[in-house]
């Protein structure tokens, strides 16, 4: 399992949080960028160049996992309806 931290704000989407607003149906995509500092995360900068394959596949995480890949259903409405007096 990777440690990872939220270091800035980003345009990235491969690091996107996705909140899904249930009252309304919006959705809002959040970007932001992550790091994994674990050695055994593929896309994290610790990550050894020669960590190759097959045995990098079989030993170190090979795909996005949470919250790069994180949607929560949020049971309210989005931010702009609730200016626009929805509640």
Request: net charge positive; aromatic share 10%.
């Amino acid at each position: 399992m990777c440690n990872r931290q939220i270091t800035s704000w980003s345009t990235d989407s491969l690091f996107s949080v996705r909140n899904v607003y249930l009252r309304c149906g919006h959705a809002i995509n959040l970007f932001l960028q992550i790091v994994c500092d674990s050695s055994r995360c593929k896309f994290g900068p610790n990550h050894p160049a020669t960590c190759l394959p097959p045995t990098c596949k079989q030993s170190c995480a090979q795909y996005r996992q949470y919250p790069q890949q994180y949607s929560p259903n949020i049971n309210r409405f989005c931010p702009s309806c609730e200016q626009a007096g929805h509640r």
